[in-house]
C-alpha cells in the first residue's frame, strides 16, 4: 500500500491547539451570523459544534475555510493567521472539509472523485500536465496509487471503478470523507456527515471517524444527531444564535440547563 503522510497518531491530547478562534464576528447586512464566538481545538481531539438551524455553525466551518471573510476576529491555524486567505491556500496548509450536501462528480468513478482531493497536493505545473511529459505522468501515477491506498484504509476499495453518485447514501459519505483525507489534512471539517444516514449507516460513520481520528488527524465536527455527538467528541461547543452559550466535555454539555432548554424548551414554552 502507497505511504500516506498523515501526522503521526497521539499519545495524548496536545497542549497547544491546532486551531483558534478568537472573538470571530460575522454579519450579512443587518443580521449577525456570529457574535464574538471563541473557543480552541487541541490537536488528535474530536471536538462538536452544535446548536439549533440558524446558530451560525456552517458559516463559521465558511470562515475558518476560507469560503468567507469574517467581519473582525481571528482564526489561528497552526500558529498562523489565515482568516480571509484564499480557501486553496488553506487547504495547502493541511485543512480539509466535506460539506452537508454530497458534493461528488457524477460521470467519474470512486477513485476519480477520491483523486480530485488528492490534486491540491500536486506539484506539476499546467503546462506540463497539458504536454503530458513524464513527471506529470509521474505524478498523476502517484494520485491514483495513493488515493486507492486511501479506499483500502476506509474498505471501500471494491467500490474502486463504480460511478460515484450510483453509490448508496452511505457510502457516498465515505466517499467524501476519503476525496477530504486524499489531502493529508491535519484537521478534517465534517458539516453534518450523518445527514440522511439510517441508525446502522451512522454506526459505521461512527467508527469511520474514530478510526480517522486515530490516524492522527484532528476533527471539528457540525452535527444534529446528539447520539453520534456524544459518543464520540471530547469536546462540545455551544451555539445559539451566533452566540457560544457553553463548552465543556459531552457529560457537562447533557446537564448544562441552557442548553437544555434550547433542545427541549422550557416549561413555560
Not at 175 to 202: C, H
Not at 227 to 253: C, H, Q, T, Y
Request: aromatic letters at 4%.
Amino acid at each position: 500500500m502507497a505511504k500516506i503522510n498523515f501526522p503521526a497518531p497521539p499519545g495524548r491530547l496536545r497542549k497547544m491547539p491546532l486551531l483558534s478562534i478568537k472573538d470571530l464576528n460575522r454579519s450579512f447586512g443587518g443580521i449577525q451570523a456570529l457574535s464574538d464566538v471563541s473557543f480552541k481545538v487541541s490537536g488528535g481531539t474530536i471536538k462538536a459544534l452544535i446548536g439549533p438551524n440558524g446558530a451560525g455553525k456552517t458559516t463559521l466551518f465558511n470562515l475558518i475555510c476560507g469560503n468567507l471573510p469574517p467581519s473582525s476576529g481571528r482564526i489561528i491555524f497552526k500558529d498562523q493567521a489565515i482568516e480571509g486567505r484564499a480557501a486553496h491556500h488553506i487547504a495547502r496548509l493541511g485543512l480539509a472539509r466535506t460539506f452537508q450536501n454530497i458534493k461528488l462528480y457524477p460521470g467519474l468513478s470512486t477513485l476519480e472523485n477520491v483523486m480530485l482531493g488528492r490534486h491540491s497536493r500536486s506539484h506539476t505545473g499546467f503546462m506540463a500536465a497539458m504536454l503530458n511529459l513524464p513527471r506529470a505522468r509521474r505524478e498523476e501515477a502517484d494520485i491514483k496509487e495513493k488515493s486507492y491506498a486511501m479506499l483500502q484504509m476506509l474498505n471501500i476499495a471494491d467500490l474502486a471503478a463504480k460511478e460515484a453518485v450510483s453509490l448508496a447514501f452511505g457510502q457516498q459519505r465515505a466517499v467524501e470523507m476519503a476525496r477530504a483525507l486524499a489531502a493529508e489534512p491535519e484537521l478534517l471539517l465534517l458539516d453534518e456527515p450523518a445527514a440522511g444516514l439510517n441508525i446502522y449507516e451512522t454506526a459505521e460513520l461512527a467508527d469511520l471517524i474514530t478510526q480517522v481520528r486515530e490516524m492522527g488527524i484532528t476533527i471539528l465536527l457540525v452535527e444534529h444527531d446528539m447520539s453520534l455527538v456524544m459518543k464520540i467528541s471530547d469536546e462540545i461547543v455551544v451555539l445559539n444564535f451566533g452566540r457560544k452559550i457553553a463548552e465543556g466535555v459531552p457529560a457537562a454539555i447533557q446537564n448544562n440547563q441552557e442548553v437544555i432548554k434550547i433542545y427541549l424548551g422550557s416549561e413555560d414554552d
